[in-house]
């Protein structure tokens, strides 16, 4: 019962590197989000995807781009990375089926931006 | 703009005793109100949800409540015990999305 699955854990980047973080899910979700948690903000949403092949931004969307080729995985960028963007990330996915139902959330990927 | 607040952002309660973590919200148009909690070096987990035409939920030790009229909820955790020491999230959805608050932590001594 693997869920929500996010690597890597934890990434050291320098300034101005490019990184991917990949998100999969085995639930068959419809929808898939990127966030990102800082001290004292909560949750914030980057972007996040309605179904296979479509994405749209968040609330803090600069600076990063997403991809969702296959419906089980969602893929997060950082094209020339920032110290800014030092934070825990964190994938999450929900299913279309009912109402409200409850996002269901990675472990969270730890990155370092030097 | 905090369209979702929590306002504590730390409690400390023995165990056995009661734990209310609160949270107060601007938008009228959230439909679905969740509290999420989140342990160390985790992601958040889902423990308790009520929609917004309702004024409570209750699930086992956990209950929520709702005052629309003031924008306010509150979770209710009876009796705490330690492993309930977290952090939890309030959160509201509108439009396929969720709006977190800041997170409160809660310690539950023995």
């Known amino acids: 019962n693997a869920g929500v699955t996010q690597t890597p854990k934890f990434r050291v980047l320098k300034t101005g590197q490019s990184m991917t973080l990949l998100c999969a899910q085995d639930m068959n979700h419809e929808y898939m989000y990127w966030y990102r948690q800082d001290p004292g903000m909560g949750l914030r949403l980057i972007h996040y995807?309605?179904?296979?092949?479509?994405?749209a931004k968040g609330e803090v969307p600069d600076g990063y781009n997403v991809s969702r080729l296959k419906k089980q995985n969602f893929l997060l960028g950082l094209e020339s990375a920032a110290p800014s963007q030092t934070s825990v990330y964190f994938c999450?996915?929900?299913?279309?089926?009912?109402?409200?139902?409850?996002?269901?959330f990675g472990d969270g990927t730890r990155l370092s931006i030097l | 703009d905090q369209q979702v607040k929590q306002n504590s952002p730390s409690l400390s309660v023995q165990e056995g005793r009661i734990s209310i973590l609160n949270c107060d919200y601007t938008n009228s148009m959230f439909d679905y109100f969740l509290w999420y909690k989140k342990y160390p070096a985790e992601g958040p987990t889902f423990l308790i949800s009520?929609?917004?035409?309702?004024d409570k939920n209750e699930d086992g030790r956990f209950t929520v409540f709702l005052n629309k009229s003031a924008k306010h909820l509150s979770l209710h955790i009876v009796p705490s015990q330690p492993g309930d020491s977290a952090v939890y999230f309030c959160?509201?959805?509108?439009?396929?999305?969720?709006?977190f608050g800041t997170g409160t932590r809660l310690l539950v001594s023995p």
């Open positions: 995807s309605v179904g296979e092949g479509t994405t």
């Open positions: 999450a996915s929900r299913a279309v089926e009912g109402l409200n139902q409850p996002q269901h």
């Open positions: 959160a509201a959805t509108g439009f396929q999305k969720l709006v």
């Open positions: 009520i929609s917004s035409i309702k």
